[in-house]
């Protein structure tokens, strides 16, 4: 275990007291965030010394378990993961900041989307550490060779379907595309975490979705990929800019200047984007609620938050607090209207993104004998859905 604390000056009240910080990562406490929080903190608590903890990454949350399993009152706050999630909420081992306006009236200056992932079951279950909303970025060089105008709104895979036939064109002549719309892996196509956060609940064990839409999306999927209108990648491979791909998936903030972004396509009635989001968390047995509640009112307050911007942790609505500090980065420029109001739209029609390994690997799976045509795509949705089942009852 890794410890550090930041001392402050003792006073004659509250003498001893302190608050501990646990997380899976050494770095945490020289975030410039965190530093800061910190600092305003320690102005009005000049006795309270801030502590961190940071387990090895891969013992954390096994010993996140054993302490919250024994009642554990030697740590305050703790650092949540999006997708390791599940078990602590489903537990409900955090503190409900719900009852701390310090705390609730920060939410109520943030973007749509963000205070609605944070309650679960009626119950804050913490605050935003950092966020993830991922979006399609455009090749502008590529878009104008082709002539091809991109979504300005929502729009389908079938859309999507069209476009990237007009995307694939032979530039060179030598009777092969030269040109994609997107690049992919076989086994984790884009709509799968789409699919699977629009449709499973690991919080409240619950499996419910239509069939039918997912048997027409792998077999638009397979039609794409039979036509080379998509360029495969391996599995392990990560998407990244190509001057013969017209779409690249990239985390967006309040930092995008005038890029051309959209966003990605939806699965037909079923509007959600996955946002990966990781929290800060109370612990519910600590014996310093109201300061740790303190602490965490002082992480989201703007002078804050206001930092970094182009890190894509932008939770207030209003741009102006992130004027002055987009002056003094070098990350590129606050985002214009269009890209302003496409972050806070699809923020607004966000979704906690689900994510299960098991599940995941089982669903790669499955793609990957439909794509290779040992399972029908009926067949596929079928093992997915009884798949589904099992695991929300694990």
Request: hydrophobic share 35%; aromatic share 12%.
């Amino acid at each position: 275990m890794w410890f550090r604390k930041h001392a402050v000056k003792k006073s004659p009240d509250n003498k001893n007291k302190n608050i501990t910080i646990l997380s899976h990562t050494s770095s945490l406490e020289r975030n410039p965030k965190i530093e800061k929080a910190v600092e305003i903190f320690n102005k009005s608590n000049e006795n309270i010394t801030v502590n961190f903890q940071s387990h090895n990454a891969m013992d954390y949350y096994d010993s996140l378990i054993v302490k919250f399993m024994s009642n554990a009152k030697d740590f305050d706050i703790f650092c949540l993961d999006n997708d390791d999630s599940y078990y602590f909420i489903r537990n409900k081992v955090m503190l409900d900041l719900g009852i701390y306006s310090s705390v609730t009236d920060k939410f109520n200056n943030m973007f749509d989307g963000i205070k609605q992932n944070h309650v679960i079951n009626n119950e804050l279950i913490g605050v935003p550490l950092n966020i993830n909303l991922q979006a399609w970025l455009v090749n502008e060089q590529l878009r104008e060779i082709l002539d091809i105008d991109c979504p300005v709104s929502t729009w389908t895979w079938d859309d999507f379907y069209d476009l990237a036939c007009e995307a694939q064109k032979d530039l060179n002549g030598d009777g092969s595309p030269d040109t994609y719309a997107l690049s992919y892996s076989r086994r984790f196509p884009p709509f799968v975490d789409q699919f699977i956060s629009y449709n499973i609940d690991l919080i409240n064990s619950k499996a419910s979705f239509d069939k039918d839409p997912l048997i027409h999306l792998l077999n638009l999927w397979k039609s794409m990929a039979s036509k080379n209108l998509v360029l495969e990648i391996g599995f392990s491979e990560k998407t990244s800019k190509q001057d013969n791909i017209l779409f690249t998936t990239e985390s967006i903030s309040l930092m995008e200047g005038n890029k051309t972004i959209v966003r990605p396509p939806i699965i037909e009635r079923q509007e959600v984007y996955p946002v990966s989001i990781n929290n800060f968390c109370i612990n519910k047995n600590s014996l310093n609620k109201e300061l740790s509640a303190e602490f965490l009112a002082t992480f989201l307050s703007h002078e804050v938050q206001a930092m970094y911007p182009e890190s894509g942790n932008a939770y207030y609505e209003d741009i102006s607090y992130y004027k002055a500090e987009s002056n003094n980065n070098y990350f590129g420029t606050l985002s214009n209207d269009i890209n302003y109001n496409l972050y806070k739209n699809m923020l607004s029609k966000s979704r906690r993104k689900v994510y299960q390994k098991d599940f995941n690997i089982y669903f790669g799976d499955i793609l990957e004998d439909f794509m290779t045509n040992r399972l029908s795509a009926e067949k596929s949705v079928d093992l997915i859905a009884e798949k589904a089942s099992i695991i929300i009852r694990e």
